[in-house]
């Protein structure tokens, strides 16, 4: 039964959707829709990346508030649904198993698997539906979906707006959180400012029997786009700089597994400056990441999945940016919890230029950073 409430796929992989009660019983969705029956099943669609789920969840917030008796359901990528399946506004996770289909187009063998997928995906009787991430598939998914209502950004991407019954147009050079609470407010769910993210129990459990009594430091070293990261030298320094105040006695340094090679150097040359260092990437889930920012003094990132997390998790953090602007796509409302590195005049750079390197971001020094953290009381002057 828990299997189903949380819509995890039972043995075989198809989806299971729990209903609220017999379709026979219900309203038609047109009539339920209209504006005098409130919406009985509400379908997110928010598949990845990491961060940017993390950061959908004012959207799940706004929506429950609006419909406390609803159900809602959410899309996400596979690997990703421990970053939201313990919120309790969430009725279930729905997820999609992005690796299985990728290039099915161009492998037929795999379309039957595909093709069931969506259709287990069409059966859940959707009266509303919502896309948050506006691409070819999260489209391809509002249609499928056959919600009475399908919510869909005006400007979305790879023509995902056609899906849309109900087309929104956002501002452009929003916030990211600004521009999907403007589709939730478009289907009737006044904004709440909620982005509390919630660690599963389980991983709670298992960081507090391994945590130690040092208070800790998180330093989020890694980035999928190198022109996003801190050079490596800038964080030994910065870890030497944060145990020197007394405060903390650990520095914990995450990554993915793809990012351990990345990570040891750092690891190493901070150990080589006689401090403490725990080096966890590669060695935990998302939710256990999850427990160990939730426990930590302080978190330094940069623009990564982590600092997205911490925001959600309510403890001391600071975003570091240099090619994307935090106006858009950093901290949500904590303009004082990202610093940015200065650009020069006329400067418009993009972070998929792999030309850049670490070029921008190494002109944040780490004396501006410690700074920083100073103003915000984040650590002692």
């Not at 299985?100 to 069409?122: T, V």
């Not at 020197?244 to 597994?257: D, Y």
């Not at 600092?307 to 935090?326: E, I, K, Q, S």
Request: proline share 9%.
């Amino acid at each position: 039964m828990e299997r189903a409430r949380r819509g995890v796929p039972p043995q075989g992989g198809m989806i299971a959707v729990a209903r609220a009660e017999p379709a026979h019983l219900r309203a038609p969705q047109k009539e339920r829709m209209a504006g005098t029956i409130p919406p009985a099943r509400i379908l997110l669609l928010r598949p990845s990346a990491l961060g940017d789920v993390c950061r959908t969840v004012p959207v799940l917030a706004s929506l429950r508030s609006a419909w406390p008796n609803a159900e809602i359901h959410w899309v996400v990528q596979q690997g990703f649904t421990p970053a939201v399946q313990a919120h309790p506004a969430l009725t279930g996770v729905i997820p999609f198993p992005r690796e299985a289909f990728r290039g099915c187009w161009r492998r037929p063998g795999r379309w039957g698997h595909l093709a069931a997928w969506f259709r287990s995906l069409r059966r859940g009787g959707w009266d509303l539906a919502i896309d948050c991430q506006g691409l070819a598939r999260t489209g391809i998914m509002l249609r499928v979906s056959g919600a009475a209502v399908r919510i869909a950004d005006r400007g979305a991407r790879e023509g995902a707006w056609l899906a849309g019954t109900r087309r929104v147009r956002v501002p452009t050079q929003v916030h990211e959180v600004d521009r999907m609470l403007a589709l939730s407010e478009a289907a009737g769910a006044p904004t709440v400012a909620d982005p509390r993210l919630y660690v599963p129990p389980a991983d709670q459990h298992w960081w507090a029997a391994e945590r130690g009594e040092a208070p800790y430091a998180v330093l989020a070293t890694t980035s999928r786009w190198a022109s996003k990261a801190w050079p490596d030298e800038h964080w030994a320094a910065l870890g030497a700089e944060l145990m020197s105040r007394g405060h903390i006695g650990r520095i914990v340094l995450p990554g993915s597994p793809a990012e351990r090679a990345r990570v040891a150097p750092i690891a190493d040359a901070m150990r080589a400056k006689g401090l403490d260092v725990l080096d966890v990437a590669g060695r935990t889930s998302i939710g256990q990441l999850m427990a160990i920012l939730q426990g930590a003094d302080l978190t330094v990132s940069n623009d990564s999945a982590a600092l997205h997390m911490a925001v959600g998790l309510g403890r001391p953090f600071l975003g570091l940016f240099g090619p994307t602007d935090p106006a858009v796509v950093g901290p949500w409302r904590r303009p004082d919890a990202a610093i940015r590195a200065p650009l020069q005049p006329g400067e418009r750079p993009s972070y998929r230029d792999r030309r850049l390197g670490d070029t921008i971001m190494r002109r944040l020094s780490v004396a501006s950073v410690v700074e920083r953290l100073e103003q915000m009381a984040a650590i002692p002057s």
